[in-house]
């Protein structure tokens, strides 16, 4: 659905995006990484057409972006979305209906689909940013795009509306729609994108989905051991290179040593009265992945 190749653009002494190759193929939902200045914005701007690439090319289901075709198959949910506060929800919706020469009457399902059933006739100045978000992503549904764009769009969610956000991006995946969204967050993402990419510096340093950057990060599991009442110190000499916190002892582990680590434990059971293992955070694992890349 999407191609890009190759794609450069600079702003004076500025790279903002450096020899990028990507694809979004029907039905898949790709998240865009990248700290601020990453080139996200950029990246997607071009993908519009509403910049043009100083290299590379970029093709939408073969079509030049900006092109009539082009616009007609994709939609857009800026950063920021910025719409007249004393229109209603309604109003606003019935007008971007009308300007895709669709019937204004379907502003009424397109609103509860996005959860503003209930504020349908309230003034968007009285909307909260969670519910502004929503009403661009009603904007965003006209027209049953083949190709949705959308910038950092659960910025100002709550978490639960950050869920549903995410399943009405599965409903639209599940009908074929390619989804390339831009996020600060890795944590949010887990399970609910098909594909990840991070940008750095408008380079692309990883692709991937969440449990193949896992792999490829090959971070250290953390190791809680919790000691049987009494056996504290004699714990602490079986592990000499934990580190005391608090009451529990704490051990890093490589991801290839998990059984090893496992065996030993077993073999202080007289010691070991309960053990954790947790994974790395997805926020230890972006930092590693961006902080390797600078
Ligand atoms: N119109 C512009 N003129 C000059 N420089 C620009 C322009 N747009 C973007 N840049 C620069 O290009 C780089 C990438 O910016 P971009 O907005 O694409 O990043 P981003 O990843 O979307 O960041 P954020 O997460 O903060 O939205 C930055 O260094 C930015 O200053």
Redesign the pocket.
């Known amino acids: 659905m999407l191609t890009l190749t190759d794609l450069s653009k600079r702003?004076?002494s500025?790279t903002?995006l450096d020899a990028v190759s990507l694809s979004v193929s029907a039905g898949e939902r790709v998240a865009l990484l990248?700290?601020?200045?990453?080139?996200?914005?950029?990246?997607m701007k071009l993908v519009l057409g509403l910049m043009v690439a100083d290299d590379g090319t970029i093709e939408l289901a073969g079509h030049a972006p900006g092109s009539a075709v082009a616009r007609s198959l994709t939609a857009y949910l800026p950063?920021n979305v910025a719409f007249h506060p004393s229109l209603t929800g309604r109003e606003l919706i019935r007008h971007y209906l009308r300007l895709r020469g669709q019937d204004p009457r379907g502003a009424d399902a397109l609103l509860e689909r996005v959860g503003l059933g209930a504020a349908a006739r309230r003034r968007i100045g009285g909307y909260s940013k969670g519910m502004r978000q929503r009403v661009g992503l009603a904007q965003a549904l006209i027209g049953a795009p083949r190709l949705m764009v959308l910038?950092?769009p659960t910025s100002g969610l709550d978490p639960i509306s950050r869920r549903d956000f995410y399943a009405l991006l599965d409903e639209l995946a599940g009908q074929g729609t390619a989804i390339l969204l831009?996020s600060?967050a890795l944590s949010e993402l887990e399970a609910r994108t098909d594909r990840i990419l991070v940008?750095s510096q408008?380079r692309l340093v990883a692709e991937g989905t969440l449990a193949g950057l896992r792999r490829q990060a090959a971070l250290p599991l953390s190791v809680f051991l919790r000691a049987r009442p009494g056996q504290g110190a004699a714990l602490a000499i079986a592990f000499p290179e934990a580190m005391v916190e608090g009451d529990v002892l704490r051990l890093s582990c490589a991801p290839p040593d998990k059984l090893a680590m496992l065996e030993r434990i077993a073999a202080r059971r007289d010691l070991v009265a309960d053990f954790d293992l947790s994974p790395p955070s997805l926020d230890d694992l972006y930092a590693h992945i961006s902080g390797r890349a600078a």
């Open positions: 702003f004076g500025q903002a990248g700290h601020n200045g990453a080139g996200k914005s950029t990246l950063e910038d950092e831009s600060h940008l408008g």
